[in-house]
């Protein structure tokens, strides 16, 4: 066992305090992390504040990790001791069933396992990346490739491949409209991943305050979603539209900015309802569909394309003691456009 400082809540309205937890002792197959950066994703605030309904606390959250291998195990071949590397929101699945074989572990038959939040096939509860070390199978371990800093490559590891997964699979590129709806930590990897496909991409925020980071990251238009009549104005526009938005939208609406046939690809994950009219999916052909992270042959590929167009997150790095304070930003929109932690900085006992 290894003996590790990390960064826990203990229910879902208290703050974070700096903790000691246990990593197993190296199987065979396991590598040793030392983590330098966990990203905050907003599915972590959805979990740390029970918004998807009962969670395992004290929770050490965090599925965004990179660092480097500190120890391998004997029959380790994959990753060799100082190779950097990062971690998702995957740390086991059964390795056999179809979903398994095809690369897709999110779907795994028999449950796979997450980063925190979950329980290992051993019974152990898993904790995350708020942490400054972490011991994993070198399965779930991915290559970060040189050019990419660890602070910028931790957030590809969720928000990288949730965006990457939709845009692929409906053929965002050359000649196709793509719009991002809601510019955070997923939508800004949604901009950026477009654009180096070769989309055009327009990014519709509720309001003009992040204009100017959107031509950055790679859009040519801009729609400000909380102005009157905006929306309408978009009516038949997208080929593929992304939904990231973290909380419910009147989700009709736009569907109605889609081009017949298009597709309305959803990755956010709000605890309430949208209500769907059946019209509006009829009426042009169009798709509605639900996109759930990537497995791991995805992810790879995704960093090195990454690692090819020169892309990482845009990130703020901040302190072990300003998670509190970051997550109340995250709520409000006010990130740009990923948090991630520098776990050197929590406190040793
Ligand atoms: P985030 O950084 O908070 O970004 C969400 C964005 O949505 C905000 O920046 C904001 O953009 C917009 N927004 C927030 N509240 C809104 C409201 N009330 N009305 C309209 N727009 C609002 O969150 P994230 O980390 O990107 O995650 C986004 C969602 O995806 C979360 O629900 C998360 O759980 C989910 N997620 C899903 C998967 C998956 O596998 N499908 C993986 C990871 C995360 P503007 O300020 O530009 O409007
Ligand atoms: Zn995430």
Redesign the pocket.
């Known amino acids: 066992m290894t003996s590790t400082r990390a960064l826990a809540t203990p229910s879902p309205s208290a703050p974070f305090g700096a903790t000691t937890i246990e990593r197993r002792a190296l199987r065979d197959d396991d590598i040793l992390i030392d983590i330098a950066y966990a990203g905050i994703?907003?599915?972590d605030i959805?979990q740390a504040r029970e918004e998807w309904g009962t969670a395992s606390f004290p929770m050490v959250p965090g599925h965004e990790i990179a660092g480097t291998v500190a120890e391998v195990g004997a029959a380790v071949t994959r990753h060799a001791v100082g190779d950097r590397v990062g971690i998702g929101c995957l740390v086991d699945s059964c390795g056999e069933c179809e979903q398994c074989k095809n690369g897709e572990e999110q779907f795994c038959e028999r449950g796979a396992v997450g980063t925190y939040n979950s329980r290992g096939y051993d019974g152990e509860e898993t904790m995350g990346g708020y942490s400054r070390q972490v011991v994993v199978s070198e399965r779930f371990a991915l290559r970060i490739p040189e050019g990419i800093g660890l602070d910028e490559a931790a957030p590809l590891l969720?928000?990288g491949i949730?965006t990457w997964t939709p845009l692929r699979r409906w053929g965002a590129g050359p000649g196709r409209s793509v719009a991002v709806v809601?510019?955070?930590?997923?939508?800004h990897m949604a901009v950026k991943l477009a654009a180096a496909m070769g989309a055009d991409v327009t990014v519709l925020?509720?309001s003009s305050a992040?204009q100017d980071d959107a031509t950055q990251l790679g859009a040519t238009d801009y729609l400000a979603t909380g102005d009157d009549g905006v929306l309408e104005s978009a009516k038949g526009r997208f080929d593929l539209v992304v939904n990231?938005?973290?909380?419910s939208?009147p989700i009709n609406d736009y569907l109605a900015t889609l081009k017949p046939m298009g597709v309305l690809a959803n990755?956010?994950?709000?605890g309430e309802a949208w209500t769907v009219s059946p019209g509006s999916l009829v009426g042009g052909s169009k798709v509605l569909a639900g996109?759930?992270?990537g497995g791991i042959p995805a992810t790879q590929e995704m960093l090195d394309f990454c690692g090819q167009h020169g892309i990482g997150a845009s990130v703020e790095v901040i302190s072990a003691d300003q998670v509190d304070q970051a997550y109340d930003r995250?709520v409000e929109?006010d990130?740009r456009y990923r948090f991630v932690i520098d776990v050197a900085t929590i406190p040793a006992e």
Do not use: D, E, Y
């Open positions: 994703c907003h599915s959805h969720c928000a949730t809601g510019l955070g930590g997923l939508g925020s509720r992040k990231t938005v973290s909380a939208l990755v956010g994950i709000p996109s759930n992270i995250v929109g990130v």
